[in-house]
C-alpha cells in the first residue's frame, strides 16, 4: 500500500559518492562525512545502518513524545534506542532489521507498551519500513 502526501512539508536531499566507503554530504551542509565498512578495531566512523539508526530513533522518538500527549503522559524525556542490523537476506541479497527501545522515565512498562504500538502506528519511518523490514518493539 502506498501512502501518498497530502501536502509537501519539507524536503531535503543527500548525495553519495563511492558508496559504502565513499563519502556523504546533505544538501544543506548539516551532514557531511567519510563513511566505512564497520570493523573490529577500526576507527569507527558512521555507514548507512549509522545513519538510518539516528533518523529512525529521532522520527520515532517524535512521534512517541506526540502519541503519548494524546493520552496525557509527558513523554519528554523518553529515550529511544533504534539498533540496526546489516545480513544476509532470504533472497540471497542483504537486508536490515530494527529493534526500537523505548524507555519513559515514571512511566509503567504496560503503558510504555500501549504508547510504543501508538507511535509505531503514527511514524513515518514505521510506515515506510512496514511489511519490508522487522522491527522489533522493545520496552527498555
Do not use: W
Amino acid at each position: 500500500m502506498t501512502i501518498a502526501l497530502t501536502k509537501v512539508a519539507y524536503t531535503t536531499a543527500a548525495s553519495a559518492k563511492g558508496g559504502r566507503t565513499g563519502h556523504v554530504t546533505s544538501k544543506d551542509g548539516v551532514i557531511d562525512l567519510e563513511l566505512a565498512q564497520p570493523s573490529a578495531g577500526a576507527e569507527p566512523k558512521a555507514n548507512p545502518e549509522t545513519l538510518f539508526a539516528a533518523g529512525y530513533a529521532a522520527c520515532f522518538q517524535g512521534a512517541l513524545t506526540n502519541r503519548a500527549k494524546t493520552k496525557g503522559v509527558d513523554a519528554s524525556e523518553s529515550t529511544v534506542t533504534a539498533e540496526v542490523s546489516f545480513g544476509p537476506s532470504e533472497d540471497g541479497g542483504f537486508g536490515l532489521a530494527v529493534e526500537l527501545v523505548v524507555a519513559i522515565p515514571g512511566v509503567e512498562p504496560q503503558q510504555v507498551r500501549e504508547l510504543i504500538e501508538l507511535a509505531h502506528e503514527f511514524c513515518p519511518y514505521s510506515k515506510a519500513t512496514r511489511g519490508n523490514i522487522d522491527v522489533t518493539l522493545t520496552v527498555g
